[in-house]
């Protein structure tokens, strides 16, 4: 599995901003779906995760009520809705695919909010 992330960029706090993550493979459905992000001088922490076939998502604390994972299974996409955007949620956004044993990253996405 190959991932692309896509859809980051600067934007005001307050603002929104949609990520997504394309994915490459016959067997995306069967795979467990996450965002995960990393500040500067930060570890990546989780961001919301997605079961297989989307029945099932959890979100940071930081940004419940603010953030939406989802998924497209028919074509290969996971996305991350971002509103109501704040400083601290700059990062490299990356996704995540894990399914049986098997864990892929994608290369990241930059998120910038400005003050």
């Known amino acids: 599995v190959q991932l692309v992330e896509s859809g980051g960029g600067l934007v005001q706090a307050g603002g929104s901003l949609r990520l997504s993550c394309a994915a490459s493979?016959?067997?995306?459905?069967?795979?467990?779906m996450s965002w995960h992000r990393q500040a500067p001088g930060k570890q990546r922490e989780l961001v919301a995760t997605?079961?297989?076939?989307?029945?099932?998502?959890n979100y940071a604390d930081s940004v419940k009520g603010r953030f939406t994972i989802s998924r497209d299974d028919a074509k290969n996409m996971m996305y991350l809705q971002m509103n109501r955007l704040r400083p601290k949620d700059t990062a490299v956004y990356y996704c995540?695919?894990?399914?049986?044993?098997?864990?892929?990253w994608g290369q990241g996405t930059q998120v910038t909010v400005s003050s």
């Open positions: 493979g016959s067997t995306f459905s069967s795979h467990v």
């Open positions: 997605i079961t297989s076939g989307g029945g099932s998502t």
């Open positions: 995540k695919a894990v399914y049986a044993w098997n864990t892929y």
